[in-house]
């Protein structure tokens, strides 16, 4: 006999409203549904009404962690569009942006998932570490979290050279507190025997999903968008893909916190290689046509899609998260594991749910849904097929 | 016969009982989360913090699951907070008063007052009538049944070491004439094989599992709420006081009747609170059977040890 055990809507794994509804036989999860369709905004037609230039503040908020990188991809879709040369420097800066945001995305992540495990030391030591982190985006771009440093071209704003060697020399105490993260990590028996084996992902079940960033990492694919397409100024600093092969949630903790300790080094770089230089190309308008533009956010790649009729507005804009294509991992990973170890396996992907929210069509006297994902699909078909008509094409 | 019967109530009331244990025990559940804090970084709550939880939660809405056991959701966390103000006036008449405080037989008495506690979460998330509770009380139950084996063997050791003694007042006086159990090598053995069962009985991390906010949403409390929950968190508050205590009477020498043994006898206890603190902010919570396998394992097997060194006379 099976039991529903839900997880969500509201519930203090998750931070965000979602909701996993395990089906376990006494503690061992037999099946797994996932529903989303709770905290849907609608940014993508909130963008059509936006400028160009308006766009980025509107997917920087899309996820307060990943602030950097959907603009990233956002303003690389527009210059791929529109054929645009980006100045070196502002490269370099995005590049310093957006691996300061994927250290402290991946610090908070260890924190959250140590909160998960009953073992809040590790949460606040984390959030401690992270702290740093952020007061350096501040310092840097004005602002914590979202930083409102993309624009199409290039960066709104120069970084204040007078600040790299207070900078540099924070990144060096980070050095070696994530050291001894790293050394916590794998030395505890207990963390071991908590997380290694849990929640195995087969490289074959994470191509077949999708699944992207540490998620397919950890399972010894070393797929990164920042080497495979090279973007900012990745191509122009030397640092390593990190992946290990346990395929296993201790793995994926084991990757981001080796990638913290890279992404230390390429802002060092950066920091170090930077030139001084434009750091705007000045557009003026944006030609008719389509692009797209992806950015490695800390989850995995980011991908965005932008349409121009050569107006001031996209006429079409589309944003895909990570974890989209992470989430439904769960059904091959947490399947025939225990409740206790199910909670961490959810959180192992990163997961963050506002940025996957996608529209559904429910009944509200039986709470069923009332329309699948075809149906929509052919919705949306015969409204383009009417509206043609109508407009007389 | 009335006289002796108001001391007895008296004595279960006030002092060593429920008032004096709630104040201690509130008191000491501050020492935990301040040290926590300060541990990770955080400032901490003030003294009077878990005073006031209590007191807000008394005055807030008790709700009743529908489809629940009333009798029993309502019952249960009495059940829990007499079974800890019980154990709580021996073990207190008992190190006061020495040998003449306890009965015979009233350590193998404790030994059962000391799982009402347990037992009451168990009862109270059963009749919730919630799938996360019933988990809760499941986990709770195999957890009991993992911790209590080694425990009841380690009690065997201040036992066969004073001749079978089964009172705690002759226990204390034999540890008065002879030096403390924990003196000799079994008693160590006995302490550090105990140590963990102390920290499954107290419900903190590692062993949290039936409470784990993070997976089951607080577990067997889920449904709780207003009064009962704050009896329940009194309880476990209590326990923070009663449990340590009854090792150091049991095990450690107890508080001896002049003021230095006292104060000695305030710190063993302490140390054993500090270090219970510490172990909870140092682990992750384990997995249940994991739990139940240390505790049959390693732990059974140390506290067989520590009763063979007792058979043994060392």
């Known amino acids: 006999m099976t039991t529903i055990v839900p997880i969500g809507p509201f519930h203090p794994l998750l931070e965000e409203p979602e909701l996993f509804r395990l089906h376990v036989d006494g503690e061992t999860v037999v099946d797994i549904e996932v529903e989303i369709g709770w905290n849907h905004r609608g940014i993508e037609k909130i963008c059509e009404t ?40 502002a490269l370099y800066i995005r590049s310093v942006i957006t691996e300061l945001e994927r250290l402290h995305s991946h610090l908070l992540w260890l924190g959250l998932a140590g909160h998960f495990l009953g073992y809040n030391t590790v949460f606040m030591w984390a959030w401690k570490y992270r702290e740093p982190v952020l007061d350096i985006c501040e310092e840097l771009t004005g602002n914590r979290n979202n930083y409102a440093m993309l624009k199409v071209g290039g960066v709104r704003r120069d970084l204040d050279e007078s600040l790299f060697p207070s900078v540099l020399e924070r990144m060096d105490d ?60 990745y191509d122009l600093v030397d640092w390593d893909v990190i992946s290990v092969d346990s395929c296993d949630v201790y793995g994926r903790a084991v990757v981001r916190l080796l990638e913290c300790l890279e992404s230390v080094k390429i802002i060092r770089r950066c920091l170090d290689q930077m030139r001084p230089g434009e750091i705007d190309s000045g557009v003026k308008e944006i030609p008719p046509g389509e692009g797209i533009g992806h950015a490695e956010a800390p989850r995995g790649e980011t991908f965005h899609y932008v349409r121009s009729d050569g107006t001031n507005r996209p006429i079409r804009h589309k944003a895909r ?15 025939g594991e225990s409740i206790t170890d199910a909670t961490i396996i959810l959180a192992s992907v990163d997961p963050c749910y506002s940025c996957t929210e996608r529209m559904g069509v429910y009944d509200a006297s039986t709470g069923q849904k009332a329309l699948d994902g075809k149906q929509l699909i052919k919705l949306s078909q015969e409204k383009t097929r009417q509206l043609r008509e109508e407009m007389g094409e | 016969m009335t006289a002796n019967f ?23 559940s501050w020492l935990d989360r301040k040290v926590t804090a300060r541990v990770q970084w955080r400032v901490g709550p003030p003294f009077l913090q878990p005073f006031y939880d209590i007191v807000k939660l008394l005055g807030k809405e008790v709700i009743v699951p529908a ?15 007499a079974g800890a103000t019980l154990a709580a006036t021996l073990i207190g008449t008992a190190a006061i008063y020495g040998g003449g405080g306890g009965f015979r037989g009233d350590i193998i008495i404790l030994l059962y007052l000391l799982v009402l506690p347990s037992l009451a979460v168990i009862l109270g998330g059963a009749a919730s009538k919630n799938p996360l509770a019933s988990v809760g009380a499941s986990r709770e139950m195999k957890l009991l049944m993992g911790y209590e084996l080694p425990f009841i063997l380690v009690m065997l050791v201040p036992i066969i070491q004073s001749g079978g003694m089964l009172s705690l007042g002759n226990l204390l006086s034999f540890q008065a004439q002879h030096g403390s159990f924990a003196a000799s090598l079994s008693g160590v053995v006995a302490l550090v094989a105990v140590l963990p069962c102390l920290q499954a009985k107290l419900a903190l991390v590692p062993f949290d599992q039936a409470e784990a906010e993070t997976e089951i949403m607080g577990g067997a409390l889920i449904e709780y709420s207003g009064a009962p929950l704050a009896v329940f968190k009194l309880t476990k508050a209590m326990m923070l006081f009663t449990a340590p205590m009854f090792l150091v009477v049991v095990l450690w020498g107890g508080f001896g009747q002049t003021l230095g043994s006292a104060l000695l006898g305030i710190g063993k206890y302490v140390a054993l609170l500090v270090l219970v603190i510490l172990l909870r902010n140092t682990n992750p919570r384990v997995k249940i059977k994991h739990a139940v396998r240390f505790f049959w394992g ?14 043994v006379g060392v």
């Open chain 2, 298 to 311: 390693p732990v059974t097997a140390l506290a067989l040890i520590a009763v063979l060194l007792a058979l």
């Open chain 1, 174 to 233: 980070l050095d070696k507190h994530l050291n001894m993260l790293v050394g916590a990590v794998t030395d505890d028996p207990v963390l071991h025997a908590r997380l290694k084996g849990v929640g195995i992902l087969t490289p074959e079940a994470a191509r077949a999903y999708g699944a992207l960033g540490p998620t397919v990492r950890a399972s010894g694919i070393p797929i990164d968008v920042r080497r495979d397409h090279p973007y900012a100024a």
């Open chain 1, 50 to 89: 936006k400028t160009f230039d308006q766009v980025p503040f509107v997917v920087e908020r899309i996820c307060g962690i990943c602030s950097a990188c959907h603009p990233t991809a956002y303003v690389q879709a527009v210059e791929d569009l529109a054929d645009i040369e980006v100045p070196e420097r």
């Open chain 2, 67 to 81: 489809g629940g056991s009333r009798m029993a959701f309502l019952g249960a966390p009495l059940v829990g907070l």
């Open chain 1, 321 to 335: 998260a990570p974890t989209y294509m992470n989430l439904p991992t769960c059904r091959a990973t947490t399947v």
């Open chain 2, 6 to 28: 108001f001391i007895a109530l008296l004595r279960f009331l006030i002092f060593p009982g429920l008032l004096f244990t709630a104040v201690v025990g509130l008191v000491m």
